[in-house]
Structures are given as structure tokens and as C-alpha cells.
């Protein structure tokens, strides 16, 4: 693309509508078809590279979000910038590679510009790049393919599909020599595997996603369909909302075991016995409160109704968000942590509803101490999730037997911890709910 092209495109970016009509009727056909062709007019700004002088670039996104037509793209204008480029393509398998990332409908054949040559050579697993380049393919299953091979750059696609994702990687990385600054670009769905946790926490590589719904070209019934079938469920936030769901090493609450407890919600009828369950915020206004709502159920099982925490409120703004969560279900305990706060917490409560039912609880021993009978429970069926509650979830899959591995307060965790503990306590005279 031309300097004078360049110019052209932002003029046409930052005027009017009508400006940019008639601005792009005054171009020759070959810059028109150069104009329609550059992926920069037509990339979302998500889907541009992030700037600075990465080394890793990281997009986890959604199914559908556009990963393959960038990291085509990608590949195409590094092939155009840097004469005799040489590029490994590492998809799950060989296979895969050849029929997504360059055969594919988003891969490189379809993405080059009239006038390029991408030519793909399946006995000899290449690919010839514009202005002499070369591109390699790997499987994700054989890292020892990547052992002794050199690299300028990268495309790494779905990671979290590779059978050795780790090992394969480490090669790639070892042969990622060649030139002033070798880069690797990695698309992928995100999944609690190995390098992906790392790469995503440890701030050593660019890290960028989206949505599936980001992409307005996708059919409005697809769209809806996905939004009503999965939602917040947790197929939903990894492969459509581009969400990395991990775990810490040695969960007291594993994934897995949460959506084994995953029942739908008790009918009135069912309910024998409702307590919320309240963390409240260590300081005033910024902090959140653990609003936890849970429920003894007549089959003898707990199970957590609602989440009705709330962020950034101050003593006030929070304890009538408790008193409303316990007149909505009927509470017959509010039970409070007093750390913090001691009578205050009381205080700050009854000003908001003078009749509700408090009890005080002061944590005696460490969060982790509390969690594990609760989480025992979960194990053992005792207790389930009466819907899907993606805020606490998180939390509990990051407590582990030596505490609470994630970031910020487990406001949400504690809350839900306090409610289940009492449940758990036989009460002396437990009512059934319309009797």
C-alpha cells in the first residue's frame, strides 16, 4: 500500500459519510480494489496488533470472534514487510493446519491480495509467502518437529486444542531466532491449559480477546440462539465470550464440581429453612459485600439461590441491598461477619431494617479453615448451585487448603461460606415454608 493510500484511508476513517463516497469515487480502480483489500480498512480495532515490542502476542476470544482472518493477515504483512520471511504455522495437527490456517476460508490463501502468490505444497508441508517468503507447518501434538528449525515469526492457532501444548511450545520458542525481533501470534478459544495460564497471568506477552457477538457479521439468528442455549453458562463464557476459566493448583473447588452440583432452582415448597450470608466490605466506599443467599432444603441439601452482592457502595448503600436480599427470600438469619467492624456492622445494618434477623459470626480461624468443610459438602452432594453464579465461582475454584489464591477479596466466597456453615448446624425446630 502507497504513503499517499495510507493518507487516503485515515481521510476516509475521519470525514463525513458523504465525504467518503465521493473521496472514494475519485480513486483509480486498482486503489480502489487495494483500499477494499487492506485489512487495516477493515480489521476492528480489536483485531489490530497491540503496540510496543512484544514478543508474544495473545488473543483469546470467542468462536466466530475473527482469529484465523487475523492471524492471516497477520502472517501475510510480515511476509510483505520482511523479504524471505521465514514463518511456522503450528495448528493441533498437521492436518488441521493445512485446512484452517491455509486453505481455510479466513487462511492465507483466501486472504492474499490479487497479484500475490500463496502457494501451499502438501508433500512438503510449505508454504510460499509474498516477496519470497516461507512458511512451515507443525503439529501441536510433535513438538521434536520443532527441534533445529529457525523462525522470524510464529502463527500459533487454537493452543488449547495441542496434545502437547507445553513441550510443543518450549521448541517453538528455541528455534524463534531470526531477526531483530522474532514475534509469535497465538489465536485460540481459551482453556485452562499450560502455557495459556501463564501467558495470560505473568504479563511477559501482549494479551488481547473479545466475543463471539463482537463480530456484527455473524447471522442475527446464530447470535441469538448462542445468547439463549449458553449464556453464562460455563460452555458459554469460555468458548463465546473468550474467557479463560482456570483453577488454582489443588482447588478445594474444582470446575468439574461445580457443574456436577449444578441443580435447578427449589420450589417454595421445598424450602424448609433461608439465611444470607454477608462478607462485609473491609473498608467504606469501593469495597465489595458478599450477599450470598442459600437455602436448607426437605431432602437435607443446601443449596445457594442467589448472589445480590454489590461493589463500590458505601455502609448505608450495602446494608439495604442486605436487607432487600432478605425480605425477596424470606430470610429467617442474616449472618454476618464482625472483623471488621464489629457492632458497627450491626449497626449499619438494623438502620436499614430495624426487625432484621442478625447474627454476628467472628472468624476465629483462616478462610481456607472455614472453606473446607463447605467444600467437603459440595464434594459429598450435600450442597448445590441452584443456577449459575459466575462472580462466586470464580472465587471458589481460587481457594485452596492454604487460602485464597486469587486476586482482590473473596467477599463473595466468605459470604457463601458463613450462609452453608449455619445451614449445616441442625436447628431445634427447622419450619416448613407454608404450614
Known amino acids: 500500500m502507497t504513503a499517499d493510500l495510507r493518507r487516503l484511508m485515515w481521510a476516509l476513517e475521519h470525514c463525513r459519510p458523504e465525504q467518503r463516497e465521493r473521496l472514494f469515487g475519485e480513486l483509480s480502480s486498482a486503489d480502489q480494489r487495494a483500499l477494499e483489500q487492506a485489512w487495516a480498512w477493515q480489521a476492528r480495532a480489536a483485531q489490530d496488533p497491540p503496540p510496543g515490542n512484544w514478543r508474544t502476542w495473545l488473543i483469546m476470544a ?34 488441521e493446519a493445512a485446512r484452517v490456517m491455509v486453505r481455510g476460508e479466513s487462511g492465507l490463501i483466501a486472504c492474499a491480495r490479487t497479484g500475490e502468490t500463496v502457494e501451499f505444497k502438501p508433500s512438503l508441508n510449505q508454504v510460499r509467502l509474498p516477496n519470497g517468503g516461507l512458511a512451515a507447518l507443525y503439529s501441536g501434538a510433535s513438538p521434536d518437529g520443532l ?63 473479545g466475543t463471539t457477538f463482537d463480530n456484527a457479521a455473524l447471522p442475527p439468528a446464530f447470535v441469538e440462539a448462542m ?54 466490605p473491609a473498608g467504606n466506599q469501593g ?62 445494618l438494623r438502620g436499614a431494617a430495624p426487625d432484621l434477623p442478625i447474627r454476628l459470626v467472628h472468624a476465629s480461624r483462616g478462610k481456607a479453615a472455614r472453606a473446607e468443610p463447605v467444600a467437603a459438602a459440595f464434594e459429598a452432594g450435600r450442597c448445590v448451585l ?30 457463601m461460606v458463613w450462609a452453608v456453615t449455619a445451614l449445616l448446624k441442625p436447628v431445634a425446630m427447622p419450619r416448613v415454608r407454608g404450614l
Open 62 to 95: 470467542g468462536r466466530g470472534f475473527g482469529k484465523t482472518r487475523t492471524g492471516a493477515e497477520w502472517v501475510l504483512e510480515q511476509a510483505r514487510r520482511l523479504p524471505h520471511a521465514r514463518v511456522a504455522l503450528v495448528g493441533a495437527s498437521i492436518e
Open 147 to 209: 527441534r533445529g528449525p529457525q523462525h522470524h515469526f510464529a502463527w500459533c492457532d487454537e493452543l488449547a486444542k495441542w496434545h502437547k501444548p507445553q513441550e510443543t511450545w518450549d521448541m517453538l520458542q528455541m528455534g524463534l531466532r531470526l531477526g531483530d525481533l522474532p514475534r509469535a501470534l497465538i489465536t485460540t478459544t481459551p482453556a485452562s491449559v499450560e502455557p495459556l495460564i501463564a501467558l495470560a497471568a505473568d504479563g511477559k506477552a501482549a494479551v488481547t480477546g
Open 227 to 280: 445468547r439463549r442455549d449458553y449464556g453464562a453458562s460455563r460452555l458459554g463464557r469460555q468458548e463465546l465470550f473468550g474467557e479463560l476459566l482456570g483453577e488454582a493448583e489443588g482447588a478445594l473447588w474444582t470446575r468439574d464440581v461445580l457443574e456436577a452440583c449444578r441443580r435447578a432452582p427449589p420450589s417454595p415448597e421445598e424450602i424448609v429453612r433461608v439465611v444470607v450470608g454477608v462478607d462485609p
Open 287 to 348: 469495597d465489595a459485600c458478599g450477599i450470598i443467599v442459600c437455602a436448607r432444603t426437605i431432602d437435607a441439601r443446601i443449596a445457594v439461590l442467589a448472589d445480590a452482592s454489590v461493589c463500590g457502595k458505601r455502609p448505608d448503600g450495602w446494608a439495604r441491598a442486605v436487607s432487600a436480599a432478605a425480605r425477596l427470600w424470606g430470610a429467617d438469619r442474616v449472618i454476618a461477619e464482625s472483623n471488621n467492624g464489629g457492632l458497627m456492622v450491626e449497626q449499619v
Open 386 to 415: 441452584a443456577g449459575r453464579f459466575p462472580a462466586l465461582e470464580d472465587q471458589l475454584v481460587m481457594f485452596t487448603a492454604e487460602g485464597f489464591c486469587g486476586r482482590g477479596s473473596p467477599d463473595r466466597a466468605d459470604a
